[in-house]
Nanobody, 120 residues
Framework: VQLVESGGGLVQAGGSLRVSCAAS????????MGWFRQAPGKEREFVAR????????YYADSVKGRFTISRDNAKNTVSLQMNNLKPEDTAAYYC??????????????WGQGTLVTVSS
């Protein structure tokens, strides 16, 4: 599975941004898809994940109520809608495919990342 993120950029605090991830391969719906982020000097952290069917999603407490993960299995894409962004959301955002968990260890495939910068 190859993953390519897009949609990062610069946004003011309180604004919104949508990042997306396009996946190759015919088995996309078998994978739990996750979003992680990594700020400079910090470890990569879990943001959100969604089950293969799209029926269930899970969020880190820090983004709950502000971010929404979704997927389109017909188009092999997963997206993260980010609202009410805060400066502390600034990071490189990575999509990942795997068996699913809140740990990076639960994912076998990773994209190259897209940078999100939130100015105060």
């Amino acid at each position: 599975v190859q993953l390519v993120e897009s949609g990062g950029g610069l946004v003011q605090a309180g604004g919104s941004l949508r990042v997306s991830c396009a996946a190759s391969g015919r088995t996309f719906s078998r994978y739990v898809m996750g979003w992680f982020r990594q700020a400079p000097g910090k470890e990569r952290e879990f943001v959100a994940r969604i089950t293969g069917s799209g029926g269930s999603s899970y969020y880190a407490d820090s983004v709950k109520g502000r971010f929404t993960i979704s997927r389109d299995n017909a188009k092999n894409t997963v997206s993260l809608q980010m609202n009410n962004l805060k400066p502390e959301d600034t990071a490189a955002y990575y999509c990942a495919a795997g068996s699913g968990s809140s740990s990076t260890a639960g994912y076998s495939y990773w994209g190259q990342g897209t940078l999100v910068t939130v100015s105060s």
